[in-house]
């Protein structure tokens, strides 16, 4: 099976800018995850989807942060504006949702440089 | 909320040779799933074992298996035969075992795993 995807892979915009990444889950896999993980941590979720209903954005910064996932199935999450501490790998992640064993799928991400 | 603590940040194994890596974790359910993830310099998160809470056999995956002390709340990865390939960033994960907001993954920060000739 084709695994998630993302794009854009690298990204280097200036503090302030707005900057959007693009993930497609595995076929058939209603859950979908946002991760950010900055240099030398462990990933940190930021939204999680179940179909196209938001699950859980608790750990989201929703003044500057944005997720939509339409007719659940891609997902498109957006930075506006962005700052220094933005500077991260986006991970974007799907499972199956009554697999709870199976951890996730992930994508290779985006990193994001902020200068 | 469940944490993961991972105290080694970096580990060196000579090829050929067994390694260890650490996890603890605190959670006061009894119904969850724990998991190791390799992060080669590609960034992407790949599974390598899983274990489920409720078995007390230690899971194993070729090389690799697990150590899952239930009481001790300690789930620690040993890596066999240590490869070139092995040579990454692996972390420790967490997932509650009831679904809805529950059913994310918390990690660890992670140890790098070095091999040398």
């Known amino acids: 099976e084709a695994g998630v995807a993302q794009s854009p892979r690298y990204k280097i915009i200036e503090k302030r800018q707005s900057v959007a990444f693009w993930c497609n889950p595995i076929s058939g896999h209603a859950t979908l995850y946002w991760y950010q993980q900055i240099l030398g941590q462990g990933p940190k979720l930021l939204i999680q989807?179940?179909?196209?209903?938001?699950?859980?954005d608790s750990q989201l910064p929703k003044d500057r942060f944005s997720a939509e996932r339409l007719k659940g199935v891609d997902s498109t999450l957006k930075i506006q504006p962005a700052k220094l501490e933005d500077s991260a790998v986006y991970l974007c992640?799907?499972?199956?949702?009554?697999?709870?064993?199976?951890?996730?799928?992930f994508g290779s991400g985006t990193r994001l440089t902020v200068v | 909320a469940q944490t993961v603590t991972q105290s080694q940040p970096e580990m060196s194994v000579q090829e050929a040779e067994t390694v260890t890596l650490s996890c603890t974790y605190d959670?006061?359910?009894?119904?969850?799933?724990l998991f190791w993830y390799k992060q080669p310099p590609s960034r992407q998160m790949i599974l390598v074992i899983r274990q489920e809470a409720y078995k007390q056999q230690n899971a194993t995956e070729n090389r690799f298996s697990v150590n899952f002390q239930k009481a001790a709340k300690s789930f620690s990865l040993k890596i066999s035969d240590s490869q070139l390939g092995d040579a990454a960033m692996y972390f420790c994960a967490y997932r509650s075992g009831y679904t809805g907001t529950a059913s994310k993954l918390t990690f660890g920060t992670g140890t790098r795993l070095q091999v040398t000739l």
């Open positions: 989807f179940q179909n196209n209903g938001v699950v859980d």
């Open positions: 992640a799907s499972s199956f949702s009554g697999q709870l064993s199976y951890g996730y799928t």
């Open positions: 959670t006061s359910e009894s119904d969850y799933y």
